[in-house]
């Protein structure tokens, strides 16, 4: 009755749209922020699944500008003089409007041309309510729905807010287009444009104008003098020195965002969304691509549930499992013809399987990844991301192996075993004084007159000091001796000596069933 009656109650062109397509309808009538989460979103099938992530793609932050004079009256109230004072042209039509702020093109006294990009009036405010909502909202469906739980929407928003509060602070901007310079000094064909200090702020930031053709087909590149295929090679192997030399890269590789001014020069714009690769994650990158190429699916399996934290109730065989046919799949042809977009959406795909979530950092990482492929695409060249990647990709296995990073590992193990040992005393003397004055007690007393209790909770200590010991062993949870986790031998030996006193008493105990028996021949005989 209640579907008859939603079905003549509700719009026949609701009805029919899929899932990913109300999701983005509801984003798009909620405004810029809403929209600039669902971009995000669309980078994290894992999370939405890959038919809402594909559907989320199409989303586009297109705001318009602000009325006549409004940016440059913010111009004025934020360099504390008048507009021609602090340039010697200044355009008040909006060159293009984008979704925190609008650009205007300028001229410096020297006669430098210039672009000033301005906050959007209300933008900040209307970012910090939004976020504020967006907060509100992850918890309650947190603590509402078990399953979104899973996917930790709290988090999702807060690295989403960390984000937007980076979009609205345009000090951040010229701070990442100071450091992108700093990198490439020595590279004279990336040109970065230059920031001009003296006259931005947080609100406002002025940089180099860069004039140039467009990344957009094979005959506009062919026409700047450029060869098509060594110009994918070498927008991508810029990507690749930003991602494993310098650990920061330009977050958002579309066409738009580069300009090629001649036939030997690449620029790239926009560096309000930027990744940073921490050396942490480069070392489970590392440990990720050796366990491919080795295909161990033991060490992969281990490596991913570090990386995502999975929820207890993950299947932890079905996932080895899932993840052993991935390799099958996808990683058995040659790096030339690796499939990028199979690779990482089926990835995806099989995180969002077994309600698992891939760290933000890595997610944006790999989605740089496929859009590299993706330029190539765009103007008609093969050029595969993977080849390019093979020196690389042999550069971390040789590190990874490398004798003075072995040397520092063992320093390291060092180290931790002498604050172990140091810290031991003093530890246990704490714990013992705990328990002398009843602060911390164990209390565990299970006693039958058959024994029959303690031999079955003997057998539960046992079995579970094994599989804890197994556990550990396998992850190499430090601190280690001889390539042994310690935590992991001792629960061995717990497991052990309560498994031999378990035998013990097997065979000098008689159960009441036993004596019950004996006592039944007795009486026959």
Not at 29 to 39: A, N, R
Not at 362 to 381: A, C, I, K
Request: glycine content about 8%; proline content about 5%; aromatic content about 6%.
């Amino acid at each position: 009755m209640f579907g008859a009656l939603r079905g003549r109650a509700a719009d026949p062109r609701l009805v029919g749209l899929t899932q990913g397509e109300r999701l983005r309808g509801v984003l798009v009538e909620l405004g810029t922020t809403w929209v600039k989460f669902g971009q995000m979103l669309s980078l994290r099938p894992d999370v939405v699944g890959p038919d809402v992530a594909r559907e989320l793609e199409v989303l586009q932050a297109a705001v318009p500008p602000d009325p006549k004079g409004v940016a440059q009256a913010l111009v004025e109230a934020e360099l504390g003089m008048p507009v021609d004072e602090a340039f010697a042209a200044f355009d008040p039509d909006p060159l293009a409007s984008g979704s925190v702020a609008q650009v205007h093109t300028a001229t410096l006294h020297d006669g430098t041309e210039v672009v000033v990009k301005v906050l959007h009036q209300g933008a900040e405010r209307e970012v910090a309510d939004d976020l504020a909502l967006m907060v509100a909202l992850a918890r309650f469906l947190e603590e509402r729905d078990q399953e979104i739980a899973q996917y930790r929407p709290s988090m999702l928003v807060g690295e989403f807010a960390g984000m937007m509060r980076s979009a609205v602070d345009l000090s951040q901007e010229m701070s990442n287009l100071q450091q992108f310079a700093a990198n490439f000094a020595g590279e004279p064909d990336v040109v970065i444009p230059k920031a001009y200090p003296e006259v931005s702020t947080r609100r406002i930031l002025t940089m180099e104008r860069i004039r140039g053709a467009c990344f957009t087909d094979r005959a506009t590149v062919a026409a700047t003098g450029w060869d098509v295929d060594a110009l994918v090679q070498r927008a991508t192997n810029i990507y690749l020195e930003m991602i494993f030399r310098d650990g920061l890269y330009h977050a958002d590789p579309h066409p738009g965002n580069f300009l090629l001014p001649d036939g030997s020069h690449l620029a790239i714009l926009d560096f309000g969304d930027v990744g940073r690769v921490s050396h942490q994650r480069r070392e489970q990158l590392e440990s990720l691509v050796i366990a491919g190429v080795s295909r161990d699916v033991e060490s992969l399996t281990d490596t991913v549930i570090e990386l995502t934290t999975p929820p207890p109730d993950t299947d932890l065989v079905q996932l080895r499992s899932d993840l052993d046919d991935w390799l099958n799949r996808y990683l058995l042809a040659g790096v030339a013809h690796l499939d990028v977009a199979g690779i990482i959406d089926s990835g995806m795909s099989l995180m969002h399987k077994n309600h698992m979530v891939m760290p933000a950092d890595l997610g944006l990482l790999f989605r740089v990844l496929l859009r590299l492929q993706g330029l190539g695409q765009s103007v008609g060249t093969d050029v595969q991301v993977t080849e390019l990647l093979r020196p690389y990709v042999q550069q971390a296995a040789a590190k990874r192996f490398d004798p003075r990073r072995l040397a520092q590992e063992a320093a390291r193990t060092a180290r931790s075993w002498e604050r172990f040992i140091g810290s031991f005393p003093q530890e246990m003397t704490a714990i013992l004084e705990q328990m002398r004055t009843g602060e911390l007690g164990v209390d565990f007393r299970v006693h039958d007159a058959d024994g029959v209790t303690d031999q079955l909770v003997d057998a539960l200590i046992a079995s579970a000091s094994l599989l804890a010991a197994a556990q550990l062993l396998s992850r190499d949870k430090g601190p280690s001796i001889g390539g042994l986790s310690v935590a992991g031998l001792i629960a061995a030996g717990v497991g052990a000596a309560t498994w031999q006193r378990l035998a013990s008493q097997r065979q000098g105990h008689r159960s009441a069933v036993s004596v019950a028996r004996s006592l039944i021949r007795m009486r026959r005989a």
